[in-house]
Each structure stands twice: as C-alpha cells, then as structure tokens.
C-alpha cells in the first residue's frame, strides 16, 4: 500500500524559508517520478515541482523557478522542497504525489500524502 506522509509545514514570515518533507513507502521509490502540488484557499489544486524517480531531472513552474529546489533521497524513500523567499501567495496546504511512470508533472499522479499546511504571514 502507498503511503505518502509530509512534514515541515508551518508558519512563516514573508521572505522565510521551510523544506518541506515527504517519506515514502509501499513502493520501489527510484523507480517512479515525484512531486509536490499545492492547493491556496478556495483555489484549485496546482502543481509545484517534479523530480524523476533517480533524482536527476526536475521541472518548476513558474512561480517556484529560482525559490524553489525539489530533491530526493533515494536511500530514505524521502522527497523534499526547499522554499526559499516565501510570499503570502505562496499560502497553501502543500502536498507529496507519486506518479505512476519514472517522471510526471502535472496531476498525473497515482498517489498523494495527506499535505502539510504551509502559511506566510507577518
């Protein structure tokens, strides 16, 4: 069974950073892609950033280009997202996806965790 459980969420302030968590399990992890989606209030669910399943070809939308890093950790089954200069914008409940092939982007994903609340405020 996959299971897909994220941390690091939390409260910060704007220009702040997090690095967010996500383990893993029930799967062989190197061999599909990964990635984090988010969704703000009342908005709809929209993709973040995607790593393939041996860490070394990863895409960004545009607003994570350049604050963002998405790595993993094959070793630990582990997946994370580095975010850095975080704006109010950036408020959101953030969630880990499994894809269902060795790279995907989008919400192509067969798998997602519970997500983890992430908030920028001053």
């Known amino acids: 069974q996959v299971q897909l459980v994220e941390s690091g969420g939390g409260l910060v302030q704007p220009g702040g950073s997090l690095r967010l968590s996500c383990t893993a399990s029930?799967?062989?992890?190197?061999?599909?892609?990964m990635g984090w989606l988010r969704q703000a209030p009342g908005k709809g669910l929209e993709w973040v950033s995607s790593i393939n399943g041996v860490g070394f070809t990863t895409r960004y939308a545009n607003f994570a280009e350049g604050r963002f890093i998405i790595t993993s950790e094959n070793a630990e089954n582990t997946v994370y997202l580095q975010m850095n200069n975080l704006q109010p914008e950036d408020t959101a409940v953030y969630y880990c996806a499994k894809y269902p092939t060795g790279y995907g982007i989008g919400r192509t994903y067969d798998a997602r965790g519970q997500g983890t609340q992430v908030t920028v405020s001053s």
């Open positions: 029930g799967f062989t992890f190197v061999r599909y892609g």
